[in-house]
């Protein structure tokens, strides 16, 4: 199939040939950053080499560009202990409003099922806002939610590298592997 045949009227117009080459240039970028590199080729990275080694997400350049490891996000409402709604930016000068689910963790729900449960739930809240108050919020390795409406992502703050790990660590979470959610109460 040609970009000439979809740019015919009778087949879509220039709308379907825009798409097209939209499509054909998202599938050439994620070829050329996944590819090795040429033996001898210089390549640029605004990481520094620590943070290239590192699975986490690096903050954000002072610019507020995104980083090879990570998009900077601007917090606008946490929604419950593992979901906020953010304003990323994928692009210099591009910025997409997404809700942001943390990988890897369950919180309790907010539409508790039991008194012990939204004690949990609000704490698990706080606890969150608390991170990301913190600032210099980047969000990393990100996929679609099973859920829909929101995607799946690593999160790192200026003061933690991995606030799923955090929320864990202070009994604010459970761990998730995307299967069946145990109650809370």
């Keep these: 199939m040609s970009i000439y045949w979809l740019a015919s009227n009778r087949h879509g117009g220039t709308l379907a040939a825009a798409g097209a080459i939209f499509a054909l240039g998202l599938a050439a970028g994620v070829a050329m950053r996944s590819a090795p590199a040429l033996p001898g080729a210089a390549v640029a990275d605004p990481a520094p080499a620590a943070a290239r080694d590192s699975a986490v997400a ?13 998009y ?7 929604i419950d202990g593992d979901t906020f709604e953010a304003r990323v930016r994928v ?11 943390l990988r890897n963790i369950d919180a309790p729900e907010l539409h508790a ?3 012990d449960e939204l004690t949990k739930a609000q ?16 969000i990393s390795q990100v996929g679609i939610d099973k859920y829909g409406g929101r995607v799946d992502a690593l999160v790192a703050t200026r003061d933690a590298a991995d606030v799923s790990a955090a929320l864990l660590n202070g009994g604010y979470a459970r761990s998730y592997d995307g299967g069946k959610r145990a109650g809370w109460c």
């Design 58 to 70: 690096v903050p954000a350049q002072a610019s507020g560009t995104p980083t090879r490891l990570g």
């Design 72 to 78: 900077p996000a601007e917090v606008l409402r946490v």
């Design 91 to 101: 692009w210099p000068g591009v910025d997409i409003n997404t809700k942001v689910r």
């Design 113 to 115: 099922r039991c008194a």
């Design 123 to 138: 704490a698990a809240r706080t606890a969150l806002q608390t991170m990301l108050s913190a600032g210099g919020v980047t």
